[in-house]
């Protein structure tokens, strides 16, 4: 199998410069799209790009493992030199698919903060409910919109990685999580009205758990 | 042909695109996200989706001569069919795909065969007028770069 670095080199030259030019500092998110369809991850590339956002586009959520240095074959490629802020994966992929890909990750402790996106043309509800309790941050309905990845990327960029956690512990399994949760401050008041990522600090992670409440 | 006509022309014959149910909103969206920075953005993506179609299209034909039809598989590639079909907002070939697929459900492999070649047929269509519009609308652009002044 050829390096992983090497396929995406052939393919996104421009991307994996990008990235190893310390995207850590960088202002711009760093994106790991993740769909089996070519088209598909022209379409979300460009969307990312149009909304200044780094991408790397992969066809499997293998790749993707491979791409984070989850795969346990090699050693991960300076992982924090290539450090992704967000991953927007397709639910339906041959082989792994998007569900199994967002467990996989969730289920690491070094990839785990990470927010995943999931995708689907499907509006499936009991799919929906099933990746928001893996820990999900958001299900996208295709085609995606341009609305909906600036809609993320303000999400992400106002909610810095590192409070990522609090707003999925509603639906986590894990009980170390619940331990590890430091901060003593309430929530302001939900507002169950108010849609997902649309209002910004810390009503974000109010209305989040609103809705997760809402879809019980 | 003065360049206000053709324009008029490009214009037309994108509308018809519409009017005849060939394309929907999500081509609308493309054609957004093309701008100075990317301005082949939606002829790529054309390209790309004719890649990926012409090979679905290859691989449903394979699946279709064998017997018994595995309709598991052809399922799937018409999934795919459908998939890249609404994120370039071909709607007619969306519809025969939807239609394809529920004859997969449904067992029926007459059903599958006919719809088949209905899609074929509309994917040839849009094909057909999508160049046909691709051309002129270069044309234009061809005109606008001649007219300017300097």
């Given at each position: 199998?050829?390096m992983?670095?090497?396929?995406f080199r052939?393919?996104f030259?421009e991307t994996?410069?990008?990235?190893?030019?310390?995207?850590?500092?960088?202002s711009e998110?760093h994106?790991?799209?993740?769909?089996?369809?070519?088209?598909d991850r022209?379409?979300?590339?460009?969307?990312?790009?149009?909304?200044?956002?780094?991408?790397?586009a992969?066809?499997?959520?293998t790749?993707?493992?491979?791409?984070l240095?989850?795969?346990?074959?090699?050693?991960?490629?300076?992982?924090?030199?290539?450090?992704?802020?967000?991953?927007?994966?397709?639910?339906?992929?041959?082989?792994?698919?998007?569900?199994?890909?967002?467990?996989?990750?969730?289920?690491?402790?070094?990839?785990?903060?990470i927010?995943v996106?999931?995708?689907?043309?499907?509006?499936?509800?009991t799919?929906i409910?099933r990746?928001?309790?893996?820990g999900?941050?958001?299900?996208?309905?295709?085609?995606?919109?341009?609305?909906?990845v600036?809609?993320?990327k303000d999400?992400i960029?106002?909610?810095?990685?590192?409070?990522?956690?609090?707003?999925r512990?509603h639906?986590?399994?894990?009980q170390?999580?619940?331990?590890?949760?430091?901060?003593?401050?309430?929530?302001?008041?939900c507002?169950?009205s108010?849609?997902?990522?649309?209002?910004?600090?810390?009503?974000?992670r109010?209305?989040?758990?609103a809705?997760?409440?809402n879809k019980? | 042909m003065e360049?206000?006509?053709?324009l008029?022309?490009?214009?037309?014959?994108?509308?018809?695109?519409?009017?005849?149910g060939?394309?929907?909103?999500q081509?609308?969206q493309?054609?957004?996200?093309?701008?100075?920075t990317?301005?082949?953005?939606?002829?790529?993506i054309?390209?790309t989706?004719?890649q990926d179609?012409?090979?679905?299209?290859?691989?449903?034909?394979?699946?279709?001569?064998r017997?018994?039809?595995d309709?598991g598989?052809?399922?799937?590639?018409?999934y795919?069919?459908?998939g890249?079909?609404t994120s370039?907002?071909?709607?007619?070939?969306?519809?025969?795909?939807?239609?394809?697929?529920?004859?997969?459900r449904?067992?029926?492999?007459?059903?599958?065969?006919?719809t088949?070649?209905q899609?074929n047929?509309e994917?040839?269509?849009?094909?057909?007028?999508?160049?046909?519009y691709?051309q002129l609308a270069r044309?234009?652009?061809l005109?606008e770069?001649?007219?300017r002044p300097?």
């Amino acid at each position: 199998m050829a390096m992983a670095g090497e396929i995406f080199r052939r393919s996104f030259p421009e991307t994996i410069d990008q990235v190893r030019d310390d995207s850590s500092s960088s202002s711009e998110l760093h994106v790991l799209a993740v769909d089996d369809s070519l088209v598909d991850r022209k379409v979300i590339e460009r969307l990312l790009k149009i909304s200044s956002c780094k991408v790397t586009a992969v066809e499997s959520g293998t790749r993707a493992l491979q791409y984070l240095g989850l795969d346990g074959e090699r050693a991960s490629v300076g992982f924090n030199g290539l450090k992704v802020n967000l991953i927007m994966t397709d639910y339906s992929m041959p082989g792994m698919t998007g569900y199994e890909l967002l467990k996989k990750i969730k289920e690491s402790s070094v990839l785990r903060e990470i927010p995943v996106v999931v995708m689907s043309s499907e509006n499936i509800l009991t799919r929906i409910d099933r990746c928001l309790e893996e820990g999900a941050e958001d299900f996208l309905l295709k085609p995606v919109k341009l609305d909906d990845v600036k809609r993320l990327k303000d999400f992400i960029m106002k909610g810095d990685g590192k409070d990522g956690g609090e707003t999925r512990i509603h639906k986590r399994k894990r009980q170390d999580d619940y331990a590890s949760l430091s901060s003593p401050s309430p929530f302001p008041a939900c507002d169950p009205s108010s849609p997902l990522m649309r209002s910004s600090s810390p009503s974000v992670r109010s209305s989040k758990r609103a809705k997760l409440r809402n879809k019980d | 042909m003065e360049r206000s006509q053709l324009l008029r022309q490009v214009a037309h014959q994108r509308q018809t695109l519409f009017d005849e149910g060939l394309l929907d909103e999500q081509f609308v969206q493309l054609e957004e996200l093309q701008d100075r920075t990317n301005p082949n953005f939606v002829e790529e993506i054309v390209t790309t989706y004719y890649q990926d179609t012409s090979r679905l299209i290859l691989n449903i034909e394979q699946e279709l001569e064998r017997r018994p039809l595995d309709y598991g598989r052809l399922d799937g590639y018409m999934y795919q069919f459908k998939g890249s079909s609404t994120s370039f907002g071909a709607k007619k070939v969306k519809a025969e795909c939807s239609l394809f697929r529920e004859y997969c459900r449904a067992g029926n492999g007459e059903g599958c065969m006919r719809t088949f070649q209905q899609l074929n047929r509309e994917y040839a269509t849009l094909k057909r007028k999508l160049e046909a519009y691709f051309q002129l609308a270069r044309q234009a652009r061809l005109t606008e770069t001649a007219s300017r002044p300097g």
